[in-house]
């Protein structure tokens, strides 16, 4: 198979990935297809500029004189390389179940702050969501405890003392729990990494996303990923 062959290959299966995930009746262009999906598709989006690039390509190869039935335009085998690797992203995209599923260390509102703080210290955890009744409502961290036990030394808020302090005497004090998101296991890698992007620059940056079997927050949480450890893995996993 020759380079050109191996363009349209994988731009065909570009192409038919594209026309399932559409739910229309009437043909669309490919670069509608491209345009429309990169509105709600984090994968789509990541490649918009590209895939039009190969819309032009494939159009410039398809339309080209052709030698013993073969087209004479032939793509430079890096350009063949790159659609390539977008079609199996697209096609088969990393999932975070395949990598950041393990056992999560939840915390409850009643639990004791200092055994929460000595066990993330003894464990190397630097967040664990919070469940009330089998709901996830937060997410704690380091940061979290510091800004509380803050105000207990400015004395603006009247807490219980520190080793009878439970979690719930902390979360009403502080106000952002909306630090994390749930996603579900199949969740491939890049709506996992726009979770985070999407946040900075708000007043509730994602620090955590909660790993569930389908995304809600009545479930038991399966695995975390967390900013400031894990992103840079599936940023350098996108990249390949």
């Known amino acids: 198979m020759n ?14 990935h594209l026309r399932r995930n559409k739910d229309s009746k009437t043909y669309l262009s490919f670069f509608t297809m491209v345009d429309d999906a990169s509105y709600q598709d984090p994968m789509i989006r990541q490649y918009r500029d590209e895939l ?18 073969r087209p004479v335009a032939d793509p430079r085998e890096d350009v063949v390389r ?9 096609l088969e995209p990393p999932l975070v179940s395949e990598y950041f599923l393990s056992p999560v260390f939840s915390i409850t509102p ?24 089998d ?12 800004r509380w036990v803050g105000a207990i030394h400015q004395e603006e808020i009247v807490t ?9 005497n902390l ?17 491939d890698f890049v709506t996992a990494r726009e979770c985070f ?23 038991s949480p399966i695995g975390i990923i967390t900013l400031s450890e894990d992103l840079e893995k599936i940023i350098g996993e996108l990249r390949k």
């Open 3 to 16: 380079q050109a062959e191996r363009f349209i290959q994988a731009f065909n299966q570009i192409e038919n």
């Open 197 to 219: 992007v999407d946040s900075l620059g708000t007043p509730n940056i994602v620090i955590a996303l909660i790993i569930t079997e389908n995304g809600r927050r009545d479930e």
């Open 52 to 69: 039009r690039l190969f819309g032009n390509l494939r159009n410039a190869i398809i339309h080209s004189e052709r030698k013993e039935g």
């Open 110 to 133: 009643e639990d004791k702050v200092l055994d929460v703080l000595q066990t993330m210290i003894e464990k190397d955890y630097s967040q664990a969501p919070i469940l009330k009744e």
């Open 82 to 90: 790159e659609i390539e690797k977008i079609a199996k992203m697209l």
């Open 160 to 168: 219980p003392d520190l080793e009878s302090s439970t979690i719930a």
């Open 171 to 187: 979360l009403g004090s502080i106000s952002r729990l909306k630090n994390f998101r749930v996603i579900k296991k199949d969740t």
């Open 135 to 146: 709901f996830i409502i937060g997410l704690m961290d380091f940061e979290a405890i510091a």
